[in-house]
């Protein structure tokens, strides 16, 4: 049972253009979300978060949108740049006993066309 | 990579051989972890540690052990290595744990067990 979920394994988009990349979760005790970014060869690193209690952060190109009706975010980079080539991975956090459970999709390949 | 050193880098092991990961970490954070990466999979928690000599089980645990007697350091067993866990293995650190600590990664050890 996958819990957070991108299905777009790719995606392609012109530079300059606006990237959204798509996560949808299944969880209803999720209650902060993550996206990390990352290249071939290195390891994941922390791009943007949004709480549960927000529908929108942003952070210089990127925004994080949250939608908790549809149990939906979505990630909006613009305008994308030829370095923002990478895959992207959604996360999400629930509270555990100890530790925050978090809780990462499969992924997916964002490839900026010149 | 904040500090996080993964080793070795790479390496090719036979079926039913041990073998021992390590990941060292300057930044004194108290919460590390180990992930597998795999295609089709993102990113799944193996075990994970609070501090010295306190660990436990992630989503995907069988096959593999954790020890950690030192703050800076976190070593992955795999007792008798199958080729079901050729994988990239990152690891990761949180100074606090919890939504609002975000994971650090290192760049990986790419494990092919044969």
């Known amino acids: 049972d996958q819990q957070v979920k991108q299905n777009s394994p790719s995606l392609s988009v012109q530079e300059g253009r606006i990237s959204i990349l798509n996560c949808d979760y299944t969880n209803s005790m999720f209650d902060y979300f993550l996206w990390y970014k990352k290249y071939p060869a290195e390891g994941p690193t922390f791009l943007i978060s949004?709480?549960?209690?927000?529908d929108k952060n942003e952070d210089g190109r990127f925004t994080v949108f949250l939608n908790k009706s549809a149990k939906h975010l979505s990630l909006h980079i613009v305008p994308s740049q030829p370095g923002d080539s990478a895959v992207y991975f959604c996360?999400?956090?629930?509270?555990?006993?100890?530790?925050?459970?978090?809780?990462f999709g499969k992924g997916t390949r964002l490839h900026i066309l010149p | 990579d904040a500090g996080i050193t993964q080793s070795p880098r790479h390496k090719v092991t036979e079926t039913g051989t041990p073998v021992t990961l390590r990941c060292h970490q300057t930044e004194n954070h108290r919460y590390m972890y180990w992930y597998r990466q795999d295609p089709g999979h993102g990113l799944r928690l193996i075990h994970y540690?609070?501090?010295?000599?306190?660990?436990d089980k992630g989503e995907v645990s069988d096959g593999y052990s954790v020890s950690r007697s030192k703050t800076e350091d976190f070593l992955l067993t795999l007792e008798s290595a199958t080729s079901s866990q050729t994988s990239v293995y990152f690891c990761a650190i949180s100074r606090q744990g919890g939504k609002n600590s975000p994971l650090h990664f290192g760049n990986g050890t790419r494990l092919t067990v044969t």
């Open positions: 996360a999400a956090s629930a509270p555990g006993e100890r530790d925050d459970k978090i809780i």
């Open positions: 949004i709480s549960s209690i927000k």
């Open positions: 540690s609070y501090g010295v000599k306190d660990t």
